[in-house]
T-cell receptor
């Protein structure tokens, strides 16, 4: 069974809007939470990552929010652009050499 | 330009055949990984290697084999024992001290004829 549950499966947002993708996990040993962005026919690219000692991390228009007590983390894409249209994966790992457990992915479509 | 090169981009296999997917990196990364991606599912780890001449099974290793004879190369063989090989295969790498993939190749799509 999937150790990281990701929602929604897909979302459509207008240009300039906010895209929000949520992930939840059960394993409290997870301590590394990356997000990957994947365009069709390409491999994923590491977008941003967070560790549980911080509640939020921002890089440009992308922000990860982390709620340790709720065992949830989310990706916010501010001022969404058509070029952000892609599939986004959350993931989690237990330690420096822990295997990544991926969510099922969210397909984001940003309309002009 | 550093990166990961996977070849071929598309591959077709007949029933009962073994096929080998190539993965080469010029990032000087120690660790390399193979993932399988199916529609509606996240990536699943097939094999990984932290160092030359050593590799470990991931979550779905059955029907696959790998070798790591050179730091820059990590080929994956899909054997006839893999009953459902049609998928998108992704190779990745990470540098020393990082156990999670930092760079991915652009994948090989394997289909059964």
């Amino acid at each position: 069974q999937q150790q990281v549950k990701q929602s929604p499966q897909s979302l459509i947002v207008q240009k300039g809007g906010i895209s929000i993708i949520n992930c939840a996990y059960e394993n409290t040993a997870f301590d590394y939470f990356p997000w990957y962005q994947q365009f069709p026919g390409k491999g994923p690219a590491l977008l941003i990552a967070i560790r549980p000692d911080v509640s939020e991390k921002k890089e440009g228009r992308f922000t990860i929010s982390f709620n340790k007590s709720a065992k949830q983390f989310s990706l916010h894409i501010m001022d969404s652009q058509p070029g952000d249209s892609a599939t986004y994966f959350c993931a989690a790992a237990t330690d420096s050499w822990g295997k990544l457990q991926f969510g099922a992915g969210t397909q984001v479509v940003v309309t002009p | 330009d550093g990166g990961i090169t996977q070849s071929p981009k598309y591959l077709f296999r007949k029933e009962g055949q073994n096929v080998t997917l190539s993965c080469e990196q010029n990032l000087n990364h120690d660790a390399m990984y193979w993932y399988r991606q199916d529609p509606g599912q996240g990536l699943r780890l097939i094999y990984y290697s932290q160092i030359v001449n050593d590799f470990q099974k991931g979550d779905i290793a059955e029907g696959y084999s790998v070798s790591r004879e050179k730091k820059e190369s990590f080929p994956l063989t899909v054997t006839s024992a893999q009953k459902n090989p049609t998928a998108f295969y992704l190779c990745a790498s990470s540098d020393e001290g990082r156990g999670q993939p930092q760079h991915f190749g652009d994948g090989t799509r394997l289909s059964i004829l």
